[in-house]
């Protein structure tokens, strides 16, 4: 390996460099939230492998992040001794973006700032805001384990290249340093440094140190002592008491956690006790991930023992359903040795699951019931993987249920704002099933002709087009005793809500046709099962319809389509 080289970042990096420093800057204060995020992420690493393996600490344990300014060479230096990074660590990490969810979000991206700015937060801001206000930056770094002439000097000034060059470092972990670009002086302050720090990165659990000041009455200004004192609480933010915590704190807490830079919609923390003791903090996101459909996606909820950090997306913390869930769960009685095999078996790991999911249930029931708007949003984002539940989760399902929303004939346009029980409350006298109709697009639902007869009998009928529809309903039978039926299946027995006068009407109508009927089943032969008279069709002349046990024609496309 060549001691130094000058290598290209990756092009979707220098793309999104771009955008962060022009889209970003009115925030830009947040690249000294991500230095630290990163800094306790490393921190976090650096304590779980030394559970296997205590001499990478070198008799440096206690693990705290730094954070320096030098007025004279205008920078500012973010450092921590925690897991460092190697020369081809530091190449991939800091110079390419290997995450799932990257197409999605490159092709997302429309050239409008406001909206391009939100989606870089829902992607990640990440280390690459250092250069929103550095014109250079510069990372030194030694990973644990690694001989002190092993370092690497990562050097940028974020326009398309990147050097390393191998140096020497005496201790492990990593130092970042930003050199301002003009303007940018006031970063070159103790007092808004500690101020940026206490906002948003007092919830993280390990000290933040700066360099404690004093006042010079013959300079008339504060200089740095030689000493250093903690400016955050550097304890972890879900072991305190509820009522000790901000709503800004828990805001925090989760922009660290889900590397999210957007608010979160809701939360829940709590301590369980019992035969399994843990702690939850999780939070409902207020987007999709881009990489939500992804079979490989990661960043799930974060599991600790005795608060220490074990792994990231442990998936076997919550079922699948649930998956946008971020957060934590420190549990008190798991092995600090767990790994991913042993989770699975767990029976402490199947109680904090169910657990969570309860939790999680009744924060989205609180939510829909006190806080409509939100819930709405909520929906939007994730309401197809909530539909997942009812055949994932059999335990919850009747809670599932309720928190479904659909389209309806009895609402206004494709939003999904209907539940079941409002349904259920607006059947006429006589309707005993909640009728729906399912298709590819909510404008072929919408526009069925099954859905004639219904318009006119004014019945409501749920209007259904997501891919997930046709496989939750196998699942979803009945609702409060109501069946669910399809009106594009079987013969429909609306009789019960016909008055004699249409049935009557009905028979002579049948009677009438049963020439034309005979003639069509001959000139049909094979292709059909059987052709009858309806009351099912207002201004169509006729209509195709499956038989009440086989398969809707949109679930054989879907299918055909999967090659079955
Ligand atoms: P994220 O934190 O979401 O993974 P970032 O852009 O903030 O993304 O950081 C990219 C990667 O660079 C991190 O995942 C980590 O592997 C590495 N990295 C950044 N800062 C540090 C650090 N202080 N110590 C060790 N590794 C780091
Ligand atoms: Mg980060």
């Known amino acids: 390996v060549a001691s130094s080289e000058t290598l290209g970042f990756q092009a979707e990096v220098k793309q999104l460099l771009h955008l962060m420093i022009h889209s970003l800057y009115s925030n830009k204060e947040i690249f000294l939230r991500e230095l630290v995020s990163n800094a306790s992420d490393a921190c976090d690493k650096l304590r779980f492998e030394a559970i296997d393996n205590p001499e990478l600490f070198q008799g440096d344990s206690d693990l705290r992040i730094r954070v320096e300014y030098d007025k004279e060479q205008r920078t500012v230096t973010v450092s921590d001794n925690g897991i460092g990074m190697s020369r081809e660590e530091a190449v991939a990490n800091l110079g390419t973006i290997a995450r799932s969810g990257t197409k999605e979000f490159f092709s997302q991206l429309t050239g409008d700032k406001q909206k391009d700015a939100q989606l870089i937060g829902q992607f990640g801001v990440g280390f690459y805001s250092s250069f929103i206000v550095a014109q250079k930056v510069s990372v030194l770094s030694r990973r644990a384990g690694a001989?002190?002439?092993e370092a690497i000097l990562w050097e940028s000034d974020g326009q398309g290249e990147f050097s390393v060059t191998t140096v020497e470092k005496a201790d492990r972990g990593t130092s970042v340093t930003l050199y301002l670009r003009d303007g940018e002086d006031d970063f070159l302050d103790g007092w808004r440094l500690?101020?940026?720090?206490?906002?948003?990165?007092d919830h993280i659990s390990l000290p933040i140190q700066m360099l404690k000041e004093e006042w010079d009455s013959e300079k008339s200004q504060q200089v740095k002592t030689t000493e250093w004192e903690t400016v955050n609480q550097a304890n972890a933010l879900w072991t305190r008491a509820k009522g000790d915590i901000t709503d800004e704190q828990y805001k925090e807490f989760y922009k660290?956690?889900?590397?999210?830079?957007?608010?979160p919609l809701a939360w829940t923390h709590n301590r369980v006790e019992g035969r399994s003791e843990y702690t939850q903090l999780l939070f409902v996101p207020r987007h999709a991930p881009f990489d939500m459909w992804d079979r490989d996606a990661k960043r799930g909820v974060k599991l600790y023992v005795k608060r220490v950090f074990i792994m990231d997306d442990a998936e076997q913390l919550l079922p699948g359903y649930l998956r946008f869930v971020r957060g934590v769960i420190d549990s008190a009685d798991l092995p600090l040795n767990v790994s991913r095999e042993i989770l699975q078996e767990s029976r402490d790991v199947k109680a904090i699951r169910e657990g969570s999911a309860k939790r999680v249930l009744s924060l989205l029931e609180d939510m829909a019931e006190n806080k409509a708007e939100d819930y709405t949003l909520f929906w939007e984002q994730f309401g197809q993987v909530i539909k997942e539940g009812v055949g994932e989760d059999a335990a919850?399902?009747?809670?599932i249920a309720k928190l479904l929303r659909f389209a309806s004939t009895s609402a206004d346009g494709a939003v999904q704002s209907v539940s079941l029980a409002d349904y259920v409350s607006r059947m006429k006298e006589g309707q005993d099933k909640i009728y729906y109709v399912s298709a590819d697009s909510h404008a072929a639902a919408a526009n069925s002709p099954h859905l004639e007869i219904f318009r006119k009998k004014g019945l409501e009928v749920l209007l259904m087009s997501d891919r997930v529809d046709e496989w939750m309903l196998s699942f979803l039978r009945e609702f409060d005793g109501k069946q669910l039926a399809s009106i594009a299946k079987g013969g429909l027995d609306l009789d019960k809500l016909a008055d004699e006068e249409e049935k009557k009407h009905q028979a002579e109508v049948a009677e009438n046709f049963k020439p034309l009927v005979?003639?069509?089943k001959t000139s049909l032969g094979e292709r059909v099962k059987e052709v009858r008279v309806t009351g099912r069709l207002?201004?169509?002349p006729a209509c195709v319809v499956v038989d009440e046990n086989e398969l809707s024609p949109h679930l054989q496309r879907m299918l055909q389509a999967a090659g079955q």
């Open 147 to 149: 001989p002190e002439t």
């Open 194 to 201: 500690r101020e940026t720090l206490r906002r948003y990165s």
């Open 256 to 263: 660290h956690v889900a590397h999210d830079y957007d608010d």
């Open 396 to 399: 919850n399902k009747d809670r």
């Open 518 to 520: 005979e003639r069509l």
């Open 538 to 540: 207002v201004d169509s």
